[in-house]
């Protein structure tokens, strides 16, 4: 199957899940990860139509979206892996969107960088729902007061929230706490379900789905 059919198939699956709990359609974001793939496997992907993409690593998006950018308008970057504080210069610059704000350190590196560069980049806050050790994120019970640090103490309009589930277990109680922990918190962008689990994400209220092995093959 070539990456436009495997594409499209993500894009109907999608809107079946919409339709299948009566959320309008469109109403859920695709943000296709294209981690470890270089320009010339996006590309076909860019010709298909999709805009939104994910990377892990500040330095390999760093090889190649600066050139996928300036040949196609509208091309919008999240940065869906770890940040260490000394890439946060070249992640505000680059990334659209950081959905992994997960520790007071980067929440205050890139509120001054943003200040710095006069730049406003979206931001979630990524919850270790899970409270897995080798994993980061704010623990749930922190989230409301690690939120409201990062809105009245650093000025930073947190967007949204963004979790990645165990592997090992069933994903849709772990999106069910983010949903709940996302309305305490006053926020409506959910960032969660991946490749395995997108449809399940879709039905406890994602608003953007990451997904990549299912759209541009194994890795």
Not at 19 to 25: C, F
Not at 185 to 212: H, N, P, Q, W
Request: hydrophobic letters at 40%.
């Amino acid at each position: 199957m070539e990456l436009q059919e495997r594409l499209n198939e993500v894009r109907s699956r999608i809107a079946e899940a919409e339709a299948g709990i009566k959320r309008p359609s469109g109403s859920v974001q695709l943000v296709a990860v294209s981690k470890t793939f270089d320009a010339d496997a996006i590309r076909p992907a860019i010709a298909a139509g999709q805009r939104i993409f994910g990377e892990n690593r500040v330095q390999e998006s760093q090889g190649k979206w600066p050139e996928l950018k300036n040949e196609t308008a509208g091309i919008e970057l999240h940065l869906i892996g770890p940040l260490q504080s000394n890439k946060a210069e070249d992640a505000v610059a680059l990334f659209d969107v950081i959905e992994t704000v997960d520790r007071e350190k980067i929440a205050r590196v890139l509120a001054e960088e943003m200040k710095r560069q006069g730049k406003s980049v979206r931001l979630y806050v990524q919850v270790n729902t899970g409270l897995e050790p080798q994993k980061v994120g704010i623990a749930p019970d922190d989230t409301a007061a690690f939120v409201d640090l990062c809105r009245n103490a650093l000025g930073l309009a947190i967007e949204g929230l963004m979790c990645i589930p165990p592997a090992e277990e069933n994903p849709g109680p772990h999106f069910e706490l983010l949903a709940k922990l996302a309305k305490a918190c006053g926020l409506t962008k959910l960032s969660m379900g991946m490749s395995g689990d997108y449809e399940t994400a879709i039905a406890f209220g994602a608003t953007s789905v990451r997904v990549g092995s299912a759209i541009f093959g194994a890795r």
